[in-house]
């Protein structure tokens, strides 16, 4: 079905995630940044490795893609590439909830 939904939007989807199953993510917008709010229902434990890949506003480009979560101090900041307006990064382990903020210029 997803497959689908991406040939119908040209492949343009506003974001990926490549994770397991149980795992929720929402996109939300403020700003000058975009967040990917990640919620990990699994009851196996965390989720690890999993890439996003986030497409940008035309003309805008990621400056920084930091990792917040209640559960840990401080935020991480995570590596990216961005090819093509997406910026691609892989959030290392989501134990409960964490939202990956991409700062944009």
Do not use: W
Request: aromatic share 4%; charged share 25%.
């Amino acid at each position: 079905m997803l497959e689908a939904i991406g040939r119908a939007c040209d492949g343009r989807l506003s974001r990926s995630v490549d994770g397991p199953p149980r795992l929720c993510t929402e996109l939300t917008e403020q700003g000058g940044r975009r967040m990917v709010h990640l919620v990990n229902y699994r009851s196996d434990g965390p989720a690890r490795g999993v890439e996003i890949n986030l497409r940008l506003p035309t003309g805008r480009r990621a400056k920084a893609v930091t990792l917040a979560s209640p559960q840990r101090q401080p935020d991480l900041e995570l590596s990216f590439e961005q090819p093509s307006g997406v910026v691609t990064f892989t959030v290392p382990e989501i134990a409960v909830y964490e939202i990956a903020v991409v700062t944009m210029e």
